[in-house]
């Protein structure tokens, strides 16, 4: 077993989802204003597993099966991994706005169900993230060890989409504060790095 591959799925799935984006923010919006939670990180949650078993299987197939391009990838991939951990390390060095938590009314379930779906399928940086960089990172690991990585990547999901949707409310001091985001983008930042070595190796 090679259990490296399940903290490396966990790490790699964490620092690409942890920045808040569209769907992260709807779903701290809709927790802070009384909606349902539950139904809307199970479809974050899931959509996201879908992803990326179809990242790790199905492109990490096509690469399996063109060296050439598995190489293209990876070095892709990491220079993607490094230039978005600058970034983040930018980020970190000049600090930015804190997240505004709009008032507001609750989406009913259903509404709210289409916009986590359309905020996950519609946003090309999805894909970046889960079929792209995780098929590239997952197609790497050793034969036996893609299954775990698979696992740590979704263990890694659905537990900030729980965190984000139940722990809005207790977390919403620390959203705005910018202090706190300048210490969460240098660990963003540092452990992108790290990834990039990795994945470059």
Known sequence: MHLPSLSTGFCASAVLIIAIGAQNAFIIRHALRGGAVLPVVLLCAAADLALIVLGVTGFGAVLAAHPAWLQLAR????????????????????????????????????????????????????????VVLLGTLGAAQPADGQGLFILGAALASCSWFLTLGFGARQLAPLFERPAAWRLLDAGVGAMMLVLAAGLAR
């Open 75 to 130: 070095w892709a991939g990491a220079l993607f991994l490094l230039g978005y951990g600058a970034l983040a390390l930018r980020r970190a060095w000049q600090g930015g706005d804190a997240l505004a938590l709009a008032e507001g009314r609750a989406d009913a379930t259903p509404q709210a169900l289409a916009k986590a779906a359309g905020f996950t399928f519609l946003n090309p940086h999805a894909y970046l993230d889960t």
